[in-house]
Structures are given as C-alpha cells and as structure tokens.
C-alpha cells in the first residue's frame, strides 16, 4: 500500500502508531525509488506566461480559483490575491495564517483558517464582507455560486453559508470509519446538488436549499482486515463531464454516475490519492503508482497508461486542447499527448511539490507549488 506524505493518516487512536505508518512510506531511504527523468523529444513549445508568488502553503494545498480572467490566490502566511493578465491588481493579508483556499464566483473570494474562521472578501477590491466559523480546520477550497458559499471542515462536515451575509444555512454530516486519510478534496456546486466525496468511498449529493441527502454513490467499498487495509476514501474532488459526475478513491475504484439520480455509468479498479480530471471523451486519472491513465467516459475501457513517472507523487491531471498536463513532487509539469500518452513537452517550476490540482486558464496551464508559486504555462 503507498500513502502519499501529504496525506495523513488522522485517528486519535493511532497517536502511537506513527512508526508503523512511516515503515509504509516508499518514499523513505528504505523504501522504493521515484523514477528517474529520462529525455524526451520535445514537439510542443512551452513558455511561462507569466508567474507570481503568494507565500509558501506550509503543510496545506492551496489551488488557485479562476473568475473570468481573473486569478485568486492565497497562502499560508494569510495572503491573497488577485491576478489578471499576470498583474496583481490588489492584494490583501488577512492577519491570520490560512489552510484553505480559493473559491471564488468572480464577485466574491473565499478562504479558511486552521481554526475554522471562514473569510470572505470582495472579489473586486478585497475588501472583507463577511466572518463565519465551522467546527475544525479548513483544508479544502470553497465552492461558490450566486446563492451558497459550501465549505468542507477538516472532520468532514459540509456547511451552507448564505453568499450575501454568511449566515449559516445548513449542515451536513455522515458517520466516517474511525481510521481516514487527511483530505483536500473541495465540494463541488452544480444546479441543485452540492456534491462531496468522503471517508468510505462514497459520493454524496446534497440538495443545496437544505443539504438533504439526495443519492448515494459507492465508488468504492472497504476491504481487508484491519483497520488500515480498509481506508478507502475519496480524497479528491470530483469532476462533472456531460451529465456524468464521476470520482476516486484511495485504495478503491474510479466510478462515474448519472448526475441526478446517482446510478452508476461504470467502475474499475484503480487507487488515487491525487484525483482526475475529464473532457468530452475521456476520463485521466494519476494513480497511487504514479501512471497516468486515460479512460473511455462512456464506458472506462483503457485508451493509454503512462506509467514513465513511478512513485513521482502526481497531481490531478488536466486537460486542455490535445494536451494532458500532470505535476509532480519535484515541481515538474508533465506535457502529455491526449490520444496516446506520450511526453511531449517538460516545464520545471520552483523545485517544490504541486499538490494542488492543475487549472485551465484560457489557452494555458495555471499551478500552485508549495513553495508559493503561482505560474501560467502557455503550450504553443
């Protein structure tokens, strides 16, 4: 079993236990070695747009949020930004240190601390609107509409806030296993359902005038004999393809389902931490190994599997155009061909890690590393 380091392993129970699940990292002297990078025969030109530099996420994973043309972006140290064009037109600190961010509907911005303060600022000047609190720590991006502003607590709580004034307007909990990964994973607002992955491989849509359960999905199912065999979480979010939404679990299944009434479409075997992405024909996936795989949307029969990047800790995919991009732990972006996998272009960035999952901005690639880093590749 492969735990990435960005994802921790939280029980109360197993305080004691951190040796054990150290023994477990292969990214330890001990255990297997990441690939190494062998050359590729460049056909696709890729030049830094444009980059700038928020702060450092410390252990969290910030993901940039898109409006238009705009970019918002936030670190740990409690700064946040705006872009356009690569300027910053404004920036603001918060005066706390931040875990969680951006979400952002083009008029308002959205981020969260480690102590659950939930902030929301004036997408046009930074100006703060308003304060809200959930129960722990806020790791995930917000999801924000007209309507809502849904924010996941680091115990697995969705909460509602009224985008106007952030009064709460609902909660929404389910009991969780008692072992689970640390999770990222943001909400997803689409129409009427807010949808969420949680601890137990199951995908959850909430009606968003109430957060009633409105179905179920399991993408994956707990297997093994202890505790630790049967993590199987959707760390991830999901992402929606025609009228498909489709998910991943840690130690589980890639499964896609009707997006309004939850039946399943399919569902293969396959392990991710890092997540997936989607276009009009295939579902991409980084899995726990390291490959990148593409999948039929209609029905999850392999298209290609890159496996070149073993245990090089990816990102989510993306894809723009008849591109695939993925990153990696030593901050390098991965240029892929859609139709067969093939390298077809290398970027390095800063040297830090990017965990947060890879945007579509225009015609470019927008990433955030660890160390603060935010940058816009344009493949010519």
């Known amino acids: 079993m492969i735990l990435r380091p960005a994802l921790i392993i939280a029980a109360a129970s197993l305080a004691a236990g951190c040796s054990t699940i150290d023994s477990l990292n292969p990214f330890a002297s001990s255990g297997p070695k990441m690939a190494e990078l062998t050359p590729i025969t460049t056909t696709v030109d890729v030049r830094v747009a444009w980059k700038e530099n928020v702060g450092k996420g410390e252990t969290y ?5 898109l409006a238009g043309n705009a970019v918002f972006a936030a670190g740990g140290k409690g700064e946040v930004l705006r872009i356009e064009d690569g300027a910053v037109r404004w920036k603001i600190n918060t005066g706390m240190p931040l875990s969680g961010g951006v979400g952002s509907d083009g008029r308002r911005v959205v981020v969260g601390s480690p102590k659950g303060d939930v902030l929301a600022f004036d997408a046009a000047d930074g100006k703060e609107l308003w304060r809200a609190k959930v129960s722990s720590e806020v790791l995930a991006a917000p999801a924000v509409d007209a309507a809502l502003v849904v924010v996941r607590s680091g115990d697995n709580r969705i909460y509602a806030f009224d985008a106007g004034d952030g009064k709460r307007k609902w909660v929404y909990q ?3 296993p008692p072992l689970s990964l640390r999770t990222f994973a943001a909400p ?5 359902y807010v949808f969420a992955g949680f601890p137990g491989g199951k995908l ?3 009606t968003t005038n109430n ?9 994956a199912l707990p297997k093994g004999t202890t505790e630790l065999d049967r993590v199987a979480d959707i760390t991830s979010a999901p992402v929606i393809a025609g009228r498909m939404i489709c998910a991943v679990a840690f130690q589980g299944r890639v499964a896609c389902f009707d997006l309004n009434t939850g039946n399943l479409a399919w569902a293969r075997d396959m392990s991710s931490a890092a997540g997936l992405a989607a ?7 980084s899995d726990d190994k390291g490959a990148v795989h593409a999948l039929d949307l209609a029905s999850g ?49 800063d040297g830090t890690p990017v965990t947060a999952p890879l945007r579509v901005l225009d015609n470019k690639i927008l990433l955030q590393t660890r160390g603060g880093t935010v940058m816009a590749l344009e493949a010519q």
């Open 301 to 349: 029969a392999s298209i290609w599997k890159q496996d070149k990047l073993s245990l090089r800790q990816l990102s989510a995919p993306v894809a723009r155009g008849r591109l695939v991009a993925v990153a990696d732990v030593k901050g390098i972006v991965h240029f892929l061909s859609r139709e067969d996998g093939s390298f077809v272009a290398r970027v390095a960035t």
């Open 211 to 219: 957060g009633a359960s409105a179905w179920e999905g399991t993408v």
């Open 174 to 176: 389910r009991q969780t």
């Open 61 to 65: 994973v910030f993901t940039p949020a």
């Open 204 to 206: 959850m849509a909430v």
């Open 188 to 192: 997803l607002i689409d129409s009427n």
């Open 279 to 285: 276009d009009s024909r295939y579902v991409y996936v």
